[in-house]
């Protein structure tokens, strides 16, 4: 099992792209233009950038922590959290 796994929810994704763009060793789009993940092919800091990126908040990250065994245990898991911007009025404050 790799270090990490990466989901995608298919009912928030948009297909932007954004995915593709920065690890396209790890996801492609399918023919309804949703990201899936085919592979691990890149390197986790590139997968969370596209984590950390997708505009929906599609995609979630896993990490898996090592044991003493040599096998991998549960993780952490990361997602896009949503961030909203003060409005002007709340700016000025």
């Not at 995609?59 to 997602?79: E, K, M």
Request: charged share 20%; aromatic share 4%.
């Amino acid at each position: 099992m790799p270090a990490w796994t990466v989901t995608v929810d298919r009912n928030r994704c948009l297909g932007s792209g954004i995915c593709v763009l920065y690890a396209p060793d790890t996801f492609t789009h399918d023919d309804e233009a949703k990201a899936v993940v085919h592979d691990h092919g890149d390197a986790l800091d590139a997968v969370r950038t596209a984590v950390e990126g997708c505009p929906t908040q599609a995609l979630r990250l896993t990490t898996h922590a090592p044991t003493t065994n040599g096998h991998t245990a549960g993780g952490s898991a990361i997602a896009r959290s949503s961030t909203t911007r003060p409005s002007t009025e709340e700016e000025g404050r």
